[in-house]
T-cell receptor, first 114, second 113 residues
Framework: DAKTTQPPSMDCAEGRAANLPCNHS???????VYWYRQIHSQGPQYIIH???NNETNEMASLIITEDRKSSTLILPHATLRDTAVYYC???????????????FGGGTRVLVKP | NAGVTQTPKFQVLKTGQSMTLQCAQD?????MSWYRQDPGMGLRLIHY???????DQGEVPNGYNVSRSTTEDFPLRLLSAAPSQTSVYFC????????????FGPGTRLTVL
């Protein structure tokens, strides 16, 4: 699975959009970009994933550049409850025999301030 | 659905003791896995399973055993606890296909003295 690079931390004002960058310059053609977050002391939570098209769900939007070497997770209206560590993970579709493994890096620690 | 449940929530062991961390899911997921998270670090994969009767090692398997006799349960056994195994342990489950989302349990906080 391709390696990802994220800033270690960032602050965001409550009510404003939070834009979290992720660099994955070695991504392969069949690899997806996944985002998970981990609120303090809890298990990680799936947010969104995409291959090449931009994606949106009830939690966030994912913007993937045309060359797929980077992406941005957008939290449209950050709340205090969005304070968490956000992990960008790049992985190929799981092969049954190999499992559905996730490789977590250091992530970005996002602090939403009032 | 209860999702992924883990017991116990907290545990303190002495060096050399053994114990089993329990993990169960009620979503009929094929994949289950165990991760550990040390302070300030990301999660690291210990063992995983792609179905009942099938398990394999992850990134940091030494000192741990697993088995998968049913789809629902995936216990993690510490054979002889060491202080280096002090960590938070997360169990996860997921489907083989679809969006490959994984669901994580609340974690077990283990301290080995």
């Amino acid at each position: 699975d391709a390696k990802t690079t994220q800033p270690p931390s960032m602050d965001c004002a409550e009510g404003r959009a939070a834009n979290l960058p992720c660099n994955h310059s070695t991504i392969s053609g069949n690899e997806y970009v996944y985002w998970y977050r981990q609120i303090h002391s809890q298990g990680p939570q799936y947010i969104i994933h995409g291959l090449k098209n931009n994606e949106t769900n009830e939690m966030a939007s994912l913007i993937i550049t045309e060359d797929r070497k980077s992406s941005t997770l957008i939290l449209p209206h950050a709340t205090l409850r969005d304070t968490a560590v956000y992990y960008c993970i790049v992985r190929a579709p799981p092969i049954k025999a190999a499992g559905n493994k996730l490789t977590f890096g250091g992530g970005t620690r996002v602090l939403v301030k009032p | 659905n209860a999702g992924v449940t883990q017991t116990p929530k907290f545990q303190v062991l002495k060096t050399g003791q053994s114990m089993t961390l329990q993990c169960a899911q009620d979503m009929n997921h094929e994949y289950m896995s165990w991760y550990r998270q040390d302070p300030g670090m990301g999660l690291r994969l210990i063992h995983y399973s792609v179905g009942a009767g099938i398990t394999d090692q992850g990134e940091v398997p030494n000192g741990y055993n697993v088995s998968r006799s049913t789809t629902e349960d995936f216990p993690l056994r510490l054979l002889s606890a060491a202080p280096s195994q002090t960590s938070v342990y997360f169990c996860a489950s997921g489907l083989a296909g679809g969006r490959n989302e994984q669901f994580f349990g609340p974690g077990t906080r283990l301290t080995v003295l």
